[in-house]
């Protein structure tokens, strides 16, 4: 069985290892799990359902009131995570992820509410904090009496979070805070603040993580942001001007911030991917209504092929989508420790299938759908940001992709060590020598080494599997290739890197479905199995199509035109063939 401290379903993968164990079965809620969940999914369809028209209204006047904040903390939704001997429900990852998704079907400003708290404002104190701060804290957390906030962003550092200026001295027993957070989600009513200073002036880094409370001295927050969307969720800035802060706040290590910051953000991922997956079953709804009710050149709309296509699209995107997701909550459920690879692919999977399908929605709806009468365009505009916050997608590709070249190149500096080993100790420095090249034999020839292939997957997604299998030893390599060629400076070889993590991404969600598909066939057969059958016959096509694009361009010099006139641009500040 693979160690849950260290598999990597991923990082494996990129080495042409497919560590099927991780996958399979795929996670599925006891029925313990399924019977609390369902209650709780009940009582907040209740709740929610009657708000439809608030929800809209709350967006146009950018607010969400008091009183409704006071129910969802009355519901028990600020003590989702939190284990139940602090007075939280206790969910693990899935319970969780499968709420938020519920809150997105309705209203992303009330998921992402919620989502701040419970995914990052206070999920560094569950992660890391200690007994003392725990009790302290979580009970009030539980109830919603403390909302918590998340404080990293600054104007001058966004993704470069490492490059933040708040600052944090020592002064005895306390740590005196100066500096501002912007773009803080609950910033305007929040008590609890997570926030991350510099705790020595010297060059960047050395960063420290604090609690801090709405009660300290000298903790304010400016006004509403006007946003595009998640209009009535609150965004402020947060202001921290000689806050004393006490030495038994700080979470975590002193000097180890940074780490603090990537772990919480790393754990919340999967309530993101959830809120999307909510919000495509929502717009899959509404588009599936409005294309039969809506008649044009005689017929329904949903008789029309090119309309049937985009829904039937949605439904792959969706499906996908909810398998990685849940299969990544499942992985933390159980205990798998090195998610932050699957993590990050979740979140930029989810939210990039929910930005496709709320434009193809709102493409369904026609003109009613750019209305601001209809759910539509209020969907495109709340779920817009997804893809910025919580780590760019940008910035993730690269992460993912870096993540996996860094194991290959782990591997080739085993390879040179052992180089040097061959000549100290033969036995020693042969053995994996020849582990590396029987690899790379492996994965040139096709002929498959160690955990090249599936094993326990159902006989009849053999196809798919095959295909999965062919298109590992590819990715494998590809990203060998691409270290052997650009060494370290692969860091710098954006295009590449993105390529590599699209296929990625792609892989990984077909493994996940693959997964998910194989175990209903095992556990139910074949025919319950039928139109999930189809999706993964579906989606597979879809992913041979665009890893076969992305890895055969990796290598290529296709886009440095791009780049060149990029640059132009850049450089004169417009468009240069206006010809007038
Ligand atoms: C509604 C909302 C809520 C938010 N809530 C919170 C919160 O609760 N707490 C919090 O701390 N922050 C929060 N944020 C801030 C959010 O996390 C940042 O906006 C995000 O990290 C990106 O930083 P930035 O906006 O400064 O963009 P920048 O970092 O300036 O990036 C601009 C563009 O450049 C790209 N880019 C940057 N660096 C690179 C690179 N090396 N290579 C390639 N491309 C690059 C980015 O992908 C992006 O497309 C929130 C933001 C919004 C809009």
Redesign the pocket.
């Known amino acids: 069985m693979p160690d849950k401290k260290t598999a990597s379903f991923m990082r494996s993968l990129c080495l042409g290892r497919i560590e099927e164990e991780i996958l399979l079965p795929y996670p599925e809620p006891t029925a313990q799990e399924k019977e609390t969940l369902s209650a709780v999914l009940a009582t907040l369809k209740a709740m929610l359902t009657p708000r439809e028209k608030s929800f809209h209204e709350w967006d146009i006047a950018g607010e969400m009131p008091a009183e409704f904040i006071r129910e969802l903390k009355e519901a028990g939704l600020f003590g989702l995570v939190i284990p139940e001997a602090h007075g939280g429900l206790g969910f693990g990852a899935t319970a969780y992820s499968r709420v938020i998704q519920e809150l997105g079907r309705f209203d992303g400003s009330t998921a992402v509410t919620v989502g701040?708290h419970s995914s990052?404002g206070m999920r560094g104190l569950l992660l890391l904090g200690t007994e003392e701060q725990k009790a302290r804290y979580l009970p009030r957390l539980a109830t919603g009496e403390l909302v918590a906030?998340?404080?990293?962003?600054e104007p001058g550092?966004?993704?470069?979070?490492a490059g933040i200026k708040t600052s944090a001295v020592r002064d005895g027993d306390d740590w005196i805070l100066n500096g501002e957070?912007?773009?803080?989600?609950?910033?305007g009513f929040a008590d609890f603040f997570t926030v991350f200073a510099k705790t020595s002036l010297e060059g960047r880094g050395h960063i420290t993580a604090f609690l801090v409370t709405r009660d300290m001295a000298g903790v304010t927050n400016g006004p509403h942001?006007d946003?595009m969307g998640?209009r009535s969720?609150s965004?402020t800035s947060v202001a921290f001007q000689d806050v004393r802060v006490p030495a038994s706040n700080v979470l975590g290590e002193v000097g180890k911030g940074f780490k603090v910051a990537m772990r919480i953000l790393n754990a919340g991922r999967t309530g993101l991917g959830g809120g999307a997956v909510g919000g495509m079953k929502r717009l899959i709804e509404l588009s599936s209504a409005h294309a039969r009710e809506r008649v044009q050149f005689g017929r329904p709309i949903a008789q029309f092929e090119t309309i049937r296509q985009k829904i039937g699209q949605m439904v792959v995107d969706c499906y996908a989508a909810e398998s990685v997701v849940n299969l990544v909550a499942g992985l933390v459920d159980r205990g798998y420790e090195e998610v932050a690879v699957e993590a990050a692919i979740s979140k930029v999977l989810a939210t990039e299938a929910l930005w496709r399908t709320s434009d193809e929605a709102l493409q369904i709806a026609g003109g009613a759908g750019y209305m601001r009468e209809l759910p539509y365009e209020r969907a495109m505009r709340d779920c817009r940001?997804n893809r910025?916050?919580?780590?760019?997608?940008?910035?993730l590709r690269?992460f993912i992709a870096l993540a996996a070249v860094n194991d290959v190149a782990e591997e080739l500096k085993d390879l040179a060590h052992s180089m040097r080993d061959v000549l100290a100790d033969p036995i020693k420095g042969f053995g994996v020598l020849s582990d590396y090249a029987k690899r790379r034999a492996s994965l040139a020839t096709g002929l498959g080494g160690a955990k090249a292939k599936f094993t326990l997957l159902a006989p009849s997604v053999a196809e798919e599997a095959r295909q999965f299998e062919d298109q590992t030893r590819a990715l494998a390599v590809a990203a060998d290739r691409l270290l052997r060629k650009h060494g370290k400076r692969i860091v710098d070889e954006?295009l590449a890197c993105r390529r590599l993590a699209d296929a990625m991404i792609d892989l990984f969600s077909l493994a996940a479905v693959l997964a998910r598909v194989s175990t209903r066939i095992e556990d139910h057969g074949e025919a319950a199995a039928g139109r999930e059958r189809d999706i993964l016959r579906a989606f597979a096509g879809q992913v041979r199509a665009r890893v076969d694009g992305a890895l055969a361009g990796i290598d290529s010099d296709g886009e440095r035109d791009v780049l060149a006139l990029g640059d132009q641009a850049i450089e004169a500040g417009r468009y240069g063939w206006d010809n007038l």
């Open positions: 701040a990052i906030a998340f404080c990293l962003t550092a966004g993704s470069d979070a957070k912007i773009w803080i989600t609950n910033g942001e946003k998640l969720s965004t940001v910025i916050f919580e780590g760019t997608n940008e910035i690269l954006q």
